[in-house]
């Protein structure tokens, strides 16, 4: 008799979200698309053509079909996808849940606390990428729907058949998503095992159990044939291993070997990380508002769990079968990978914790079971599944913060480029020198810093506001750079590879950007001036001679739709006025020039990095506002050091370029009188 109390029916559903929501959704105004996201992004741009082609390169064509509709639902809307990947996630822990409450109808508490595992499990830790992974929660969806319908088949004689068609249906729309979790597929014998009359003769439990599981088992071993013998995706990496043909013995104690400590990673290792002396530096306000967020929950969890638990029957019997239904997930889960001859120990972490996937019911569910069996007190009981809760969902906010930054500095670049460069030509290099990352620690985060390729993808689908379906040939790249000495600019042929594009051009096609934001500079096309400098990095100085800012087109060439979904922002700041200032500068736009910096001090923005008054001070010489120019100029001499070293240089141009007159020149020579350019 399944229990209909209102703290079951409606609170545990509710505390699923909840709990989610803490782990994944309080950043989701401040998150964005990051490293892998920006493959979804530029394909999805190229329609169901371009969505196509990446599928058949990583090897699930198959999973397109959810893709498809789902971009044209929700666009490129950064906190869109976050929040539907976590509706979706939502959704598949309470299809878990309502699987185990079918088998388990009085087992409440342990019911919610192994689905609340499942939910917030800290082994995994790409959530952060809602469009590479909202698929797998969509395919756990479908599955333990369908499991839940093979149990009412099981459980309701009179409407077995419909149930039964149901699940195949259901099962089928599983194989056509990600084989990430098909192997969890293994459950449902033993999910059919327990929903059986308890006093059945286990013979004849056997025999129905082959039988409901024969059409379920065939989709499963069919797709799992088609997908390792007859389709070959174009990654190689994601093809099966030849040692799975040559030779299986050794194959497989290979995967033997490798299971026990990617089994202790899942269960055990992945929890190190929830706990660290530093979490308890109370002097942070961070920590100490994630520990006061652990003591809410405390208080709100407890008062659901001990509702639930005068609900609950305690029994020895149900830890042995949580094991049971368990060992499948966890022991086969992780097969997709093996066959590829991944494993979660050799694999770099974050990157790691999607092989885990499969193995998370499993992991949830042995938990649990030996929480049950290890702590005998109830109160006990309720205190550690909190207390695990809580660790688990702060180390999905810490994460998340470190994330954060990383999109912060990574959409603030993107967002500048675009004001300062309406239009590329095609073929151009981008090399972008940083001196200095985010600090974010020993942070999993730090890896979204690195990879070229996913910024050259969001510069290409930033920058094609018309992007054919079928090209392959990307039009610009990216390039980090850092270090003392860089040769860049050596006029030689450039070519990259990566997934199904390619990228060809040459050193000298390039534009070389300056971005160290931790300063509060903002992003500099570098030219040939910077040379003056001497507060710049010699780096800089000796490539500036190098740079041109020819590749740079004067209309404005982007995908203005996708800009905008991406980043909605009306908020003009600081470096939006510089950039348009600069860029007005490059086209001799004076009266363009002045209009900025009226609207910068009408906005009370300013900034405290000298040089970035150089645009204004340029517009207002060429508008003959003497005074203007020269006040500036006293200005950014003062907010940086050694300004006198570019700001010669520019009146020096300025006298050139602009017609005498005593005004003019009274000014310039209070103004190098001012700046000691005799001493230069």
């Known amino acids: ?46 329609g169901a053509q371009g969505l196509t082609d990446i599928f058949n390169y990583d090897g699930h064509p198959q999973a397109v079909w959810s893709y498809v509709p789902s971009f044209n639902l929700l666009g490129y809307n950064p906190a869109a996808w976050h929040l539907y990947s976590l509706l979706w996630r939502w959704l598949a822990v309470l299809s878990f849940w309502l699987c185990l409450r079918r088998i388990w109808p009085h087992y409440h508490r342990q019911t919610f606390f192994v689905s609340a595992l499942f939910a917030i499990h800290p082994v995994f830790t790409l959530q952060i990428f809602p469009i590479s992974f909202y698929e797998i929660w969509l395919g756990y969806v479908l599955l333990f729907s369908s499991f839940f319908f093979t149990i009412l088949a099981v459980q309701d004689i009179k409407r077995s058949r419909i149930f039964a068609v149901i699940s195949i249906g259901l099962a089928l729309g599983h194989a056509f998503t990600s084989e990430y979790t098909w192997f969890v597929e293994l459950m449902r014998p033993v999910l059919i095992w327990l929903a059986l009359p308890s006093d059945e003769r286990p013979m004849n439990k056997f025999v129905h159990v082959a039988k409901t599981w024969i059409p379920t088992c065939a989709i499963f071993v ?72 652990v003591v809410l929950l405390l208080i709100c969890g407890s008062i659901y769990l001990r509702r639930v638990d005068r609900l609950s029957r305690c029994s020895e019997q149900w830890a042995s079968q949580a094991v049971l239904l368990g060992l499948p997930s966890l022991l086969f889960g992780i097969l997709p990978f093996y066959i590829a001859s991944y494993s979660i120990q050799w694999t770099e972490p974050p990157y790691n914790s999607r092989l885990a996937l499969g193995m998370l019911p499993g992991a949830a569910l042995i938990s649990a079971a030996v929480i049950e069996r290890i702590i005998s007190k109830q109160n006990q009981k309720i205190f550690m599944i909190l207390m695990i809760l809580g660790a688990a969902i702060t180390w999905h906010i810490r994460y998340t913060n470190d994330y954060r930054k990383v999109w912060e500095y990574q959409s603030n670049f993107l967002q500048q480029l675009t004001w300062r460069v309406p239009g590329i030509e095609k073929n151009t290099a981008l090399y972008v020198w940083q001196p200095s990352l985010p600090n974010i620690g020993n942070s ?34 990216y390039y980090f750079v850092s270090g003392e ?48 400098y001497k507060q710049y990095p010699e780096t800089i100085k000796e490539i500036a001679l190098q740079t041109t800012v020819d590749r740079i087109l004067p209309e404005t060439r982007q995908n203005i739709n996708l800009r905008n979904e991406i980043f909605n922002s009306g908020k003009k700041t600081w470096c939006y006025f510089y950039q348009k200032a600069e860029l007005a500068r490059q086209y001799q736009q004076w009266d363009e020039i002045k209009l900025l910096w009226n609207s910068a001090v009408s906005n009370n923005l300013q900034t405290t990095i000298g040089v970035e008054y150089i645009p204004f001070i340029d517009g207002f010489a060429h508008l003959s506002d003497w005074q203007a120019a020269a ?20 009146w020096s141009s300025i006298e050139q370029s602009t017609l005498s007159s005593g005004a003019r020149d009274e000014t310039i020579r209070q103004v190098e009188m001012e700046l000691e350019c005799a001493n230069q």
Request: net charge negative; charged share 15%.
């Open 444 to 477: 999993e985060a730090n890896f979204a810093f690195y990879g070229d390729f996913s910024l050259s993808l969001a510069i290409n689908s930033l920058y094609e506001p018309n992007p054919i379906s079928s090209e392959n040939r990307l039009s610009y790249w």
């Open 1 to 46: 008799m399944i229990e209909n109390n209102k703290w079951i029916v409606w609170g545990t559903p509710l505390m699923f979200l909840i709990i989610l929501f803490l782990s994944f959704g309080l950043m989701i105004p401040w998150l964005g698309h990051e490293f892998d996201e920006w493959h979804f992004v530029y394909y999805a741009t190229r």
């Open 485 to 532: 000495s860089v040769a860049v600019l050596d006029n030689s042929p450039l070519r990259v590879e990566h997934a199904t594009t390619f990228f060809e051009g040459n050193s000298t096609d390039s534009l070389f950007f300056y971005y160290d934001p931790r300063n509060d500079r903002c992003l500099r096309l570098v030219t040939p001036e910077d040379r003056f």
């Open 222 to 293: 069919s797709s799992v044939a088609w997908r390792g013998f007859f389709y070959v995706p174009l990654r190689k990496s994601f093809q099966v291993q030849s040692d799975v043909f040559v030779d299986p013995v050794k194959t497989i104690f290979v995967w033997m070997i490798n299971f026990l400590p990617d089994a202790s990673i899942v269960l055990i290792t992945s929890w190190y990380k929830t706990f660290s002396s530093e979490y308890m530096y109370l002097a942070r306000p961070f920590n100490l508002a994630l520990i006061l967020l």
């Open 631 to 650: 006040e500036l100029t006293i200005s950014a001499s003062n907010l940086s050091k050694a300004m006198n070293s570019i700001l010669c240089p520019l």
